[in-house]
């Protein structure tokens, strides 16, 4: 005789419970979220900031300068001069979120 719960009742237990939070969240969600951030804009801020990733990275691409346009920039920068210009190809700065294994 098995003592407990059922196999498996965990598991269709959490799924109806996000199915139905997930109906009323679609119904009702934007106006929660309304009175969240009115009547308790703490609450609606940390809720925002518990979302968010704990670790950004970000690249500047210096990485890729070679040796020579480095020392020139690091001259230029030492001697306050702004009337040398440097003919750089900026490439796109990626920025990627770490998240620290919680769910979005």
Known sequence: ???GRPRGARNRLS???????TKDF??????????????TPQEYL???????????EHETGL?????ETLERMKRM???GRS?????LRPQP???????????N
């Open 83 to 87: 009337d040398e210009v440097l003919e």
């Open 63 to 67: 990485a890729e300068l070679d040796d």
């Open 26 to 39: 679609e119904a009702n969600g934007a106006a929660a979220i309304q009175i969240c951030r009115i009547e």
């Open 1 to 3: 005789m098995s003592v």
């Open 77 to 79: 920068l030492l001697a």
């Open 93 to 103: 700065v990626p920025i990627r979120a770490i998240n620290d294994g919680r769910s």
């Open 15 to 21: 799924r109806s419970f996000l199915e139905e939070l």
């Open 46 to 56: 940390r809720i925002i900031a518990s979302t968010m990733p704990k670790l950004f």
